[in-house]
Every structure is written in structure tokens, then in C-alpha cells.
């Protein structure tokens, strides 16, 4: 029997899922974050990423990583005036423009490309890094109160402020602080406060879950919008194997990451495309787990039981009672996460 938090009918209905003989190798496919675990890892890492001010500021990748944004960013300027007089103003104020483009880009309607651009974070970097990195992190924040903290970016620290007047002259011939004063009149509030996301859960019952449909014999992938470095790192925690996790990628050059992005962007229909693409063209899953708009096209495939997780938004949650009213096989589970 399934143990931990299940609703009664969510369990029982896994359970006969389980039990049940298919002449073929079913197919399960399951989301990571706010699905396998309670919390988002590449929010997390990437927050770590901008309080280390670990990207690597100097390979000739990222200046092609920030600028394949369309939204305006003074990433580089920032980035510019760190590396010519790093101190405390230069280092916040950098720290400040990652996370206020990145949370930009996710404000936007192309999720797409924001959770695609979250990946080329990396460049310079090998994927061997990038697990060791988010393995540090998934530990610091598995023991981190699940919260949200928030970061201000005071009136002198805006781009034309940064630094005194001596910094500035001495930055001053500078390539992109001409585009950092044409941008002026693009400046945000300077009291704009973003939220910081800190904190993640393992969750046992999802862990479990994993590890029962690979004894009853089924092929079990990890599809998910995050890097997927990252997500293998975390699924070792749950004996899962990374070569059966899929997620955004950027192409690897002489053993480094760079800014070329490798398709399919795996959100949303692109979800499908990883499907096709790297478990099977030839029939749809058997069972998909998943917990947001991202998920729905997996959700909606799956043949023999969907399995939505809460919270979720309230267009899918619709859909899923809807389907639950034509009798077919969708549950929808709310586990109540340790904070």
C-alpha cells in the first residue's frame, strides 16, 4: 500500500493503476518541481547564483545569453562596472538587475523562452558543475524554512547612480554605459521590492511513487522546464536515474556550456516535443503527474490516469474536475508541505 498523505480514492486509484498488467512497457511520465518535491529548484539555484554572483561574467557566451532577451536589461552595464571596481554597491546592484530580468522574463506571457533562458545561466560552466553547484544549494535550502524573502533596490543603487563620482569618471568610457543612459527613461521604480523564493521539500510519498511504478516493471521519465543538470542532481536524492531525466539544455562545447540553446524548450507543448523526441513517437503515456499550466498537454495525453497536484491554477483545476466528472481517470492531490 502507498503511504503518507494520499487522499483515500488517490490512493486507492494509484494502487489498482499499479497492480494492473499491460502487454507492453507502460509509460509514466512525472514533472519535478511543486510535483516530485515541494518548491521550484531552478528559482532557488538561480537565486544562489545571483547572491554568489557566480555566473561567468567573463566567457564570451554570456554576453550572448543576456542578449537574446527582448526585454530591456542592464545585466551587462552592471556586470561591467562589477568587474572594473568590485564593491559593495557594484556587487548589489548587479546582484539586483539579474533577478529583476529574470523575474521580468517570467512576468511576461512567453514562458517559453523564460524558462529556456534560465538554463544559459550556465555558460562557461560543465554540466559536472552544475550538479555539484545545485547539489550544495538543494542542501542549504532543504534546511531553509519554505518562505519568500524580499530584495529592494534603493534609489542609489539605480544604473546612473551606481558608485561615487569617482567610480563613475573611471568607468566612463565604458562601451555599454551609453546604452545604460539611453536606457535612463526606462528605469523602474527604484522601490520595486521582487520576492526571493527560499526553501524546498523532499516529498516521501512522491519518492515512493517513483520508485513503485519502476518495481511494477514501467518506464519512468522526468520531463521538466528546469535545467536539466539540475534536476539530475536533484533525483539522485530519490535513487532516480539522470538518464531518464529530460529538461532544458544548452549545447556543450569542448566540455563547456554555452549559449546555444539545444530544442525542444521542454514546457508546455514542448513537453510533448521532449516526449517524442526522447521516450517514444510511437504511443502516449500511460500516466502523467504534473501541477501547473506548463503540464497540461502531458496531463491531457496520458491514456490511463493524470495526476494533478495542488496548488495549480484554476483554469487546469477545472479541467481536471471536468474530466473527473466524465469518469475518467484524473486525481488531484494536495499534500499540506512542511514549511
Known amino acids: ?49 545571483c547572491r554568489d554572483l557566480a555566473f561567468q561574467f567573463k566567457h564570451p557566451a554570456f554576453v550572448n545569453w543576456v542578449e537574446e532577451i527582448p526585454i530591456p536589461s542592464r545585466i551587462l552595464e552592471c ?8 564593491m559593495r554597491e557594484t556587487r548589489a546592484a548587479l546582484r539586483f538587475e539579474l533577478e529583476r530580468t529574470r523575474w521580468a522574463l517570467h512576468e511576461s506571457e512567453d514562458d517559453n523562452q523564460a524558462w529556456a533562458w534560465d538554463t544559459g545561466a550556465f555558460v562557461g560552466w560543465t554540466p559536472q558543475q552544475v550538479r555539484e553547484y545545485t547539489r550544495r544549494v538543494i542542501a542549504r535550502e532543504l534546511a531553509q524554512p ?42 523602474l521604480d527604484a522601490d520595486l521590492t521582487l520576492p526571493i523564493a527560499r526553501g524546498l521539500r523532499e516529498r516521501a510519498e512522491m519518492r515512493e511513487l517513483l520508485y513503485r511504478f519502476r518495481a511494477a516493471g514501467w518506464a519512468v521519465f522526468i520531463i521538466t522546464a528546469s535545467p536539466q543538470w539540475e534536476i539530475e542532481a536533484f533525483a539522485e536524492r530519490y535513487f532516480f536515474s539522470p538518464q531518464n531525466v529530460i529538461g532544458m539544455r544548452r549545447a556543450i562545447v569542448n566540455g563547456r556550456i554555452t549559449a546555444a540553446f539545444e530544442p525542444p524548450c521542454s514546457w508546455g507543448d514542448g513537453k510533448l516535443d521532449a516526449y517524442n523526441l526522447f521516450v517514444s513517437r510511437e504511443r502516449p503515456p500511460n500516466f502523467c503527474a504534473g501541477d501547473s499550466a506548463g503540464d497540461w498537454k502531458l496531463l491531457e495525453w496520458a491514456t490511463d490516469g493524470a495526476l494533478l497536484l495542488e496548488p495549480t491554477a484554476d483554469a487546469l483545476r477545472n479541467f481536471a474536475d471536468w474530466k473527473i466528472s466524465l469518469g475518467e481517470n484524473w486525481l488531484v492531490q494536495k499534500f499540506e508541505d512542511e514549511r
Request: glycine fraction near 6%; include cysteine; hydrophobic fraction near 45%.
Open 79 to 86: 556586470a561591467e562596472m562589477f568587474r572594473a571596481r568590485d
Open 1 to 49: 500500500m502507498l503511504n503518507g498523505r494520499w487522499m483515500p480514492e488517490n490512493r486507492a486509484a494509484l494502487e489498482t493503476l499499479l497492480a494492473r498488467k499491460f502487454a507492453y512497457t507502460p509509460i509514466a511520465v512525472f514533472d519535478w518541481d511543486n510535483t516530485c518535491i515541494a518548491g521550484d529548484t531552478s528559482d532557488v539555484v538561480f537565486h544562489e547564483l
Open 146 to 187: 519554505r518562505r519568500a524573502e524580499f530584495l529592494t533596490h534603493p534609489a542609489h543603487m539605480r544604473a546612473e547612480k551606481i558608485g561615487a563620482g569617482a567610480v563613475k569618471q573611471d568607468l566612463s568610457g565604458l562601451p555599454y554605459l551609453e546604452r545604460a543612459a539611453q536606457m535612463r527613461a526606462l528605469d
